[in-house]
């Protein structure tokens, strides 16, 4: 099944390669997804009649199973891996995103320097990528310093 959207009809599909978790493209959390779909599909078309229809528990039924069909692709995810198919716009997929925090103290020690320029009671993160991006520190060498960290944070996209 492709699934097809205005979004996908004029943009080109996003590609997650970068951020993704463990990419397998197990065939299990196609077939997961496959079923989400379809059970999100049934939802829709009986919600807008189910309003004013007696049917509206039937339609609150269909959106419980389409809730418990994701938790489900999520657990499939996470035991087969993430599942991405770019040219047809099919995501099942854990990615993580990078939180960095920055640290005066080390900071402070390798680059004192630069430390009334970006030091207040903490790092100004804005004048340090502005070092960075100017070519006077390397990223590279903050996170080594650690005065840079980075703390991974996961999320699902089922789309």
Same mark, same amino acid.
């Given at each position: 099944?492709?699934?097809?959207t205005?979004?996908?009809?004029?943009?080109?599909?996003?590609?997650?390669?970068?951020?993704?978790?463990?990419?397998?493209?197990?065939?299990?959390? %196609?077939?997961?997804l496959?079923?989400?779909?379809?059970?999100?599909?049934?939802?829709?078309?009986?919600?807008?009649?189910?309003?004013?229809? &007696?049917e509206?528990?039937?339609?609150?039924a269909?959106?419980?199973?389409?809730?418990?069909? %994701?938790?489900?692709?999520?657990?499939?995810i996470?035991?087969?891996?993430?599942?991405?198919?770019?040219?047809?716009g099919?995501?099942?997929?854990?990615?993580?995103?990078?939180?960095?925090?920055y640290?005066?103290? &080390?900071?402070?020690?390798?680059?004192?320097?630069?430390?009334?320029?970006?030091?207040?009671?903490?790092?100004?993160?804005?004048?340090?990528?502005g070092?960075?991006?100017?070519?006077?520190?390397?990223?590279?060498?903050?996170?080594?310093?650690?005065?840079?960290t980075?703390? &991974?944070?996961?999320a699902?996209?089922?789309?």
């Amino acid at each position: 099944m492709i699934k097809e959207t205005k979004e996908t009809k004029t943009k080109k599909n996003p590609d997650y390669s970068k951020t993704i978790v463990n990419q397998t493209n197990a065939d299990e959390v %196609k077939v997961a997804l496959h079923v989400y779909y379809e059970l999100q599909l049934d939802a829709e078309k009986l919600r807008g009649m189910l309003e004013k229809m &007696p049917e509206f528990k039937e339609w609150v039924a269909a959106s419980t199973k389409v809730d418990w069909q %994701k938790s489900k692709v999520q657990d499939v995810i996470d035991n087969y891996g993430s599942y991405q198919d770019v040219e047809n716009g099919i995501y099942g997929l854990k990615y993580s995103r990078q939180s960095k925090d920055y640290h005066a103290e &080390p900071f402070l020690e390798k680059y004192s320097k630069y430390a009334p320029a970006v030091i207040e009671q903490t790092i100004n993160v804005k004048a340090l990528e502005g070092l960075v991006k100017g070519g006077l520190l390397a990223e590279v060498e903050l996170k080594q310093a650690g005065v840079i960290t980075e703390t &991974p944070t996961f999320a699902y996209y089922i789309r």
